[in-house]
């Protein structure tokens, strides 16, 4: 049976979330999910309380380092997984600094469930 998880997804491309939707499926979650792509949205939805944040590293108004603030700022303990899809190590080392629960590169989805866990 499915393990029910509610995700909030911080991308502007629907396509990349709708694949992080399936990698967590492939690793037995059941994601209760929502895509945002702007502080405004994403602060109206932490008072959802989501279990998980999955957050797109690089966008043009708001991005994964932001949002790390903004959750540490409301004192809410929410694991945030960063994905992206640029590559080197400072870059994850940057976003671990900030908070970061992990930091996978978009196309090593596979390992979402792991992180996850």
């Known amino acids: 049976m499915p393990n029910p ?16 939707v399936h990698e967590l499926r492939r690793a037995g979650f ?11 949205d994403f602060m109206s939805h932490l008072d959802s309380l989501p279990d998980l944040i999955v957050a797109d590293y690089g966008m043009p108004q708001f991005n994964a380092v932001k949002a790390l603030e903004r959750v540490r700022e409301s004192g809410l303990e929410i694991p945030v997984v960063i994905v992206s899809g640029r590559t080197g190590e400072e870059t994850a080392v940057e ?23």
């Open 95 to 117: 976003a671990m600094r900030h908070g970061a629960g992990d930091y996978l590169i978009k196309d090593r989805l596979s390992r979402l469930g792991q992180a996850v866990t």
């Open 5 to 20: 998880i509610r995700v909030l997804i911080l991308e502007d491309r629907s396509n990349d979330a709708e694949l992080v």
């Open 30 to 40: 059941e994601p209760d999910w929502h895509r945002i792509d702007t502080e405004n």
